[in-house]
């Protein structure tokens, strides 16, 4: 059988995640990897996920532990992310919030829910891989996401009438962004939601990397300040999409989506069709170690992951040939670096790989254009200190080699 012809035509859209792709280069000792953007295996809490889940299979729990559930998510875990959601200034209740098995699923359903062919995303320059691949699949069309730009808001709407739909919502990640480390400032969100009331269009605010700050003052999330202007959830159109994958533990797949109630209702069904519920084992695994620990393990997360994004800054500062630029975050997990006009940052990793055995992810995967061929993303977040130092030393030997 010739199964390509009977393929959606959507799937024509569906790439292999260069990031997954490298992920496997993990296994080879030899290789300095700064591809993945995971957290560091060694500082997950395991003894309080294991005690967690034990709790969970106790004798009394483990019918609910191993039972189909209810699509909306474990009332405990909806119920401490309501008051952790207030506590970001967001005030809100358990029917503001739906469990999604990471928040990947959250963007996939928030595409479904939202997209038709044809429609338009307006999406950051670079922006985060998964959520191109999430959206892709709905067949839009992609517009550039600018806040500090003049563009006006009649503009966006004929360019996505010329193209035979209109925009649904403005996608951003706001602090410490994937892939380049960069955060979204006060004034930023706030033209993003003024664009966003003038469109009468969502806004899908990506938070996985919220609670990795290192230096400067925390600002608040975009559904905080829209909360601010509005005075309630439920007169909200952002959507806060979080997750435990970066702080707790990525390989339980729970995150969560926190808006209005009419669009979390909506998601609901979304999810009734698609995988019933997110496993309740894991959720209630993770609100069990949320509600114990989260603030001090995030804080001893913040305070490794800065002395490597430290340690980061310095080789680059040290190692990298004039004419290299890059990011210098507050946070999160990522460094994006910028190689100077016409080199082509495949090319390094191909190099790199083969004599210094070094790995990144080349930027042009995270451009919705194809752009962005000479620069690329490096994330602090696996390797330790040595490593790093000697990482970006072998980095720059390859850059230096490219470019001759």
Known sequence: MNWTDVFATRTLRMKASEIRE??????????????????DPDLFPTAAFQD??????????????????VSEGYGPLRDWLATH?????????????????GSQQALDYLGKLLLSPGDTALIGWPTYLGALGAFNAYEPHYDRLDPGSNRSAED??????????RVKFAYASVDFANPTGKTLDLSERG????????????VIEDAAYQALRFDGEAIPPMLALEIARKGNIEAC????????SKTLAPGLRVGWVCGAAQVISQLVLTKQAADLHSATLNQMAIETVASTIFDQHTGMLRQTYKARRDAMLAALSAQMPEGVEWTRPEGGMFIWVTLPPGMDAAEVLQHALTHQRVAFVPGQAFHADGSGANTLRLSFSLADEAEISEGISRLGQAIRAVRG
């Open 22 to 39: 490298l992920l496997k280069l993990l296994n080879q000792p030899d290789i300095i990897s700064f591809g993945g953007g995971i957290p």
């Open 52 to 69: 967690a889940i034990v709790s969970a299979l106790n004798p009394g729990n483990e019918s609910s532990a191993l039972q189909y559930s």
């Open 85 to 101: 959601m207030t506590a970001l200034g967001i005030p809100c209740v358990r029917d503001n919030i739906m469990i999604t098995s």
């Open 156 to 165: 966006y709407a004929q360019t996505a009438q010329s193209k035979g739909g």
């Open 191 to 202: 033209a993003i939601l003024d664009l966003a009331e003038t469109l009468d269009i969502a």
């Open 237 to 244: 159109r952002t959507l806060y999409c979080g997750s435990f």
